[in-house]
């Protein structure tokens, strides 16, 4: 199919489960048969997508979970929250095993993922970052972050270095020699997310002081991005698209959320179009995977798809009191969302691609 | 339209030094019978366990936003925290956070100001300070006390029965001449109604500027402090453009020095009050009800900070003042 049609591609309503709170998280497997989901009442839970059955890994027990991440092979399955709690699933076998449970600490664990490529997991413990392996079950990294807690982490798409962001500074670790100081990149003010392209040439960094910084690969002149009404929450990128020269960075920052395009004149920089629609706090952004179709969800109770980032297609509602988070399913025909009152709502491609002209 | 509108949940910030009967007093907020579900985030271990009630603890962190400013600064710990608890807002009806006894107050306070995710969601109703009567003497050189009285909306005199009613009061005459808009109450065991500190709103414009009229009428205070307060009454009207601008030159040369200030103008042309409060560099303003016909027109002002006799306050407003043919 020519790629103009499967833009134009539209989602459908599928289905609707509820948790009994705010939707924390949702995570996807990398085959896109199953997702994770978790709740501010502590609920994680599986959900198939194809037979709709919800199989509950963790009942409700007061303290949230916070973070959900699947390993690159899709066989575990991790959760961060409060009271320092950190759980493992493997879900190759018949039956769900839970392989570690942490939660000795009041270290609120709210950052984690897994390398892309190999079974470890890293997540934020206050200062620290620590690395888990899957495969040893044991810690095999601790990297003191120094400055701050660590507000956010993320892997290298090759999966060869792990940065972390905080206070006054962005910190990398080479996978290969943990031990080594971590190349640090200076901020003046607190870097609330960072993400790298999927092509792994750009990292970026949304921070509180009203502003986002961009690194290619090689240059240490980062890019600023400024007249932000608010500080930078979250970011996300598009991947590559032969129609421009880099991808395309998505942030948001109060009620509205910003794409940035770089131009193809370098001495130029980055264009922004600010998508100013929502009327309550954007909550979630990503980009649908093989496309530039991004995907808003706000307090509005608003899940916007906008085409090419930049004209919206289709608006859902569906979690009266606002939308919490999203993630599109890694092929990109199937939409997850949460709500605040435990919602959660997927919807799928439609193969006829009428409708909006 | 989806839009609904969210109700902020109130925030009361309790700091003072261990041992002043802080925890005392949080103890009496959370087991009174006020119908309030109460989250607590602290920044020490304390002897603090309600059923019921939900206790964080975080480690205090001070975040910069422009470089080292010190009214720029905020604190990470408790962003965190208050966006993770918000998600569950319909569990709790308030939040109180209890700083440690070290803990400097501008940056908690700063955080609801200048963070846009918490000041959407929560807003600042008062700081309260217990101060510890009988010790508070081996306390005046250090710079947490003092601010954590200068920045106080409500201050707690407790453990009075350890000390005499001439003691007493040269200590309220110290800590007015430090801050002069704070509520001051006299406390055994920190027993106070519960109902008179929370729900002070005192940092909402549209409630009226209080400054303690003993304060007003004293001619001569106690300056062997730095930090003290001072307040300013002017008949007449003020020139907008010039009040901006020595506001503005002001807050900008002398911002780290002013921890707070409050105000209620007359601003020439207009019918209705304006008000406004600051916290370091942070300003805020806004017009207020009108003025009623048999009200005098003058223009309140009060600050408190360090040094304030050095910033010419009092000629500088007078020069503010639209002139008069007599």
Known sequence: MASKTKDRDLLEFQWYTALSDYITAIAWSPDGTWFAVSSAAGEVVQCVEKTKTVTVLQAAQGTSIDALAVSGDGVFLAAGGQ?????????????PTQILALDQSHIW????????????????????????????????????????????????????????????????????AWEEAPMVQQLGGASEAIAWSPDGHYLASGNNDRSVMVWQDGNPFPWQMRGFPGKVRQLAWSEPHQSISAPLLASICGEGVVVWT???????????????????????????????????AADDGWLCLWRKASRLTQLFEGAPTGFSCLAWQPQGKTLAAGGGQGEVLVWTQTTTGQGFG | MAVTERKTVPVTVLTGYLGSGKTTLLNRILTDEHGQKIAVIMNEFGAVGIDNQLVIDVDEEIFEMNNGCICCTVRGDLIRIINHLMK?????????????????????????????????????????????????????????????IAFADV?????????????????????????????????????????TILGVNAFDLNHALQIDP??????????????????????????????????????????????????????????????????????????DRPWKPDESRTNELVFIGRNLEQMNLADSLRACLVEQNI
């Open chain 1, 109 to 176: 664990i709210d950052r984690l993922q897994w390398n892309p490529h190999h079974p470890e997991l890293a997540y934020g413990f206050g200062r620290h970052v620590q690395v888990w392996s899957a495969t040893q079950q044991s810690a095999i990294a601790d990297l003191n972050f120094e400055s701050s807690s660590v507000l956010d982490l993320a892997w290298h798409p090759s999966g060869d270095r792990l940065a972390a962001s905080g206070n006054q500074s962005i910190k990398t670790w080479w996978r290969h």
């Open chain 1, 262 to 296: 770089k131009d193809c004149d370098p001495s130029i920089g980055w264009d922004a179009q600010v998508l100013d629609l929502h009327q309550g706090s954007v909550r979630a952004i990503a980009f649908q995977p093989q496309s530039l179709q991004l995907a808003s």
């Open chain 2, 155 to 195: 201050i707690l005199l407790n453990k009075i029965d350890l000390v005499t009613e001439v003691e007493l009061e040269a200590l309220e005459r110290r800590i007015r001449g430090m801050n002069a808009i704070a509520k001051i109450f006299r406390t055994r065991d920190a027993q106070i109604e519960t109902a």
């Open chain 2, 214 to 287: 003993d304060f007003l009428n004293e001619t001569a205070h106690e300056h062997d402090e730095t930090v003290g307060s001072l307040a300013l009454v002017e008949a007449g009207e003020l020139d907008g453009d010039k009040l901006n601008a020595w506001l503005g030159e002001l807050l900008r040369d002398r911002g780290p020095d002013i921890f707070r200030m409050k105000g209620i103008l007359n601003l020439a042309g207009e019918d209705c009050r304006f008000v406004f409060q600051g916290v370091h560099m942070l300003f805020d303003g806004c017009q």
């Open chain 1, 83 to 95: 009271a320092g709690a950190v759980l493992v699933w493997r879900l190759d076998g018949h039956a």
């Open chain 2, 88 to 148: 569950r807002r319909d569990k709790f009806d308030r939040l109180i956070i209890e700083t440690t006894g070290l803990a400097d107050p501008a940056p908690v306070i700063q955080t609801f100001f200048v963070d846009d995710e918490v000041r959407n969601q929560v807003r600042l109703d008062a700081v309260i300070t217990v101060v510890d009567a009988r010790h508070i003497w081996q306390h005046w050189e250090a710079e947490e006390a003092i601010e954590q």
